[in-house]
């Protein structure tokens, strides 16, 4: 099939309904395997496609890479559609991609190529293992990824005050369970999941495991580094000694025992002394009268001296 309009060369702008978006998933969902598919309801005006409800394919040609439109899908979507959204259009399809990514295969471009070739409609891809989801729509001849995506809710603007409904409890005088959703971006892609409060808690106890862990890790370089200083380079050990001041030994202060006995004087020197000492003296006596005895002493040749004469 050819397309019924002329094309565009700026990407449309694309409204969804936050039912159908929670419907598509909820069909994605239930088979977690194997590739579901549905098409999309809505309104196209001027480039701006609003989607407000959604049908399923149901008798559709599932498998795990792909899915494919059958007679009796087709026969399924136009009775719902007819009873249901008489006024609507069909604005585009949707399919889910279980773990392989939001993109366009070459059969999924086959699909939007043959039986979805009008300006106005949109293909919406989501993955129910990754909770990722994208839309892809006709700019000029070419089939791109829509980056102006609005997902609308219809019961906006009610008064917080005006639902009448009491939070549900999980137990009996249990606190409710808090939900937070989040959203991711990588890229171009955006992923939009909820955070349940037992995946919080998970993810505080591994962040607190991978901080002891870092913690253990530093210390037990920190350990390997002052080993391998310690054994591998050199030491100096100090031992306290005493001097003592009058004989110069070296005393262990710790034990009290000499460590070096003190310097002995040379022999040789003392012998030279003692040798002078003695020459000096009998040279020094030689001076006088040898053979003279002293005063009081007995002449050795048996004579008396003069002053042994009467």
């Given at each position: 099939?050819?397309?019924?309009?002329?094309?565009s060369?700026?990407?449309?702008?694309?409204?969804?309904?936050s039912?159908?978006v929670?419907?598509?998933?909820?069909?994605?969902?239930?088979s977690g395997?194997?590739?579901?598919?549905g098409?999309?309801?809505?309104?196209?005006?001027?480039?701006?496609?609003?989607?407000?409800?959604?049908i399923?394919?149901?008798?559709?040609?599932?498998?795990?890479?792909?899915?494919?439109?059958?007679?009796?899908?087709?026969?399924?979507?136009?009775?719902?559609?007819d009873?249901?959204?008489?006024?609507?259009?069909?604005?585009?399809?949707?399919?889910s991609?279980p773990?392989?990514?939001?993109?366009?295969?070459?059969?999924?471009?086959?699909?939007h190529?043959?039986?979805f070739?009008?300006?106005?409609?949109?293909?919406?891809?989501?993955?129910?293992?990754?909770?990722?989801?994208?839309?892809?729509?006709?700019?000029g001849?070419?089939?791109?990824?829509?980056?102006?995506?609005?997902?609308?809710?219809?019961?906006?603007?009610?008064?917080a005050?005006?639902?009448g409904?009491?939070?549900?409890?999980?137990?009996?005088?249990?606190?409710?369970?808090?939900?937070?959703v989040?959203?991711?971006r990588?890229?171009a892609?955006?992923?939009?999941?909820?955070?349940?409060?037992?995946?919080?808690?998970d993810?505080?106890?591994?962040?607190l495991?991978?901080?002891?862990?870092?913690?253990?890790?530093?210390l037990a370089?920190?350990?390997?580094?002052f080993?391998?200083?310690?054994?591998?380079f050199?030491?100096?050990?100090?031992?306290?000694?005493?001097?003592?001041?009058?004989?110069?030994?070296l005393?262990?202060?710790?034990?009290?025992?000499?460590?070096?006995?003190?310097?002995q004087?040379?022999?040789?020197?003392?012998?030279?002394?003692?040798?002078?000492?003695a020459a000096?003296?009998?040279s020094?006596?030689?001076?006088?009268?040898?053979?003279?005895?002293?005063?009081?002493?007995?002449?050795?040749?048996?004579?008396?001296?003069?002053?042994?004469?009467?």
């Amino acid at each position: 099939m050819k397309p019924k309009a002329k094309m565009s060369a700026t990407q449309p702008t694309l409204a969804v309904d936050s039912e159908v978006v929670r419907q598509i998933r909820q069909h994605a969902r239930s088979s977690g395997k194997t590739e579901v598919c549905g098409v999309l309801i809505g309104q196209d005006r001027d480039r701006r496609i609003e989607v407000a409800a959604c049908i399923e394919g149901q008798n559709a040609d599932e498998a795990g890479a792909h899915v494919t439109f059958t007679q009796d899908t087709w026969g399924h979507i136009y009775a719902v559609k007819d009873k249901k959204y008489p006024d609507e259009r069909i604005v585009g399809w949707y399919h889910s991609h279980p773990g392989f990514g939001i993109f366009l295969s070459d059969h999924d471009t086959f699909i939007h190529k043959n039986f979805f070739s009008s300006p106005g409609q949109v293909a919406w891809v989501f993955d129910p293992q990754s909770d990722e989801e994208g839309c892809f729509g006709w700019v000029g001849d070419r089939i791109e990824r829509l980056t102006r995506i609005a997902v609308v809710d219809r019961r906006g603007g009610e008064p917080a005050e005006g639902s009448g409904r009491s939070e549900s409890v999980s137990g009996e005088g249990a606190d409710p369970v808090p939900e937070r959703v989040i959203a991711r971006r990588e890229g171009a892609r955006i992923k939009i999941g909820r955070l349940e409060a037992d995946e919080s808690a998970d993810r505080d106890d591994s962040a607190l495991e991978r901080l002891v862990f870092q913690v253990f890790f530093y210390l037990a370089v920190l350990a390997v580094g002052f080993s391998l200083a310690y054994f591998v380079f050199p030491r100096m050990v100090l031992v306290p000694v005493m001097l003592d001041q009058r004989t110069g030994q070296l005393i262990d202060a710790r034990t009290g025992e000499v460590i070096a006995e003190p310097r002995q004087p040379d022999s040789g020197s003392t012998k030279g002394n003692a040798s002078g000492s003695a020459a000096g003296s009998t040279s020094g006596n030689s001076g006088g009268d040898a053979s003279r005895p002293e005063a009081g002493q007995p002449d050795p040749s048996g004579k008396k001296g003069d002053h042994a004469k009467p």
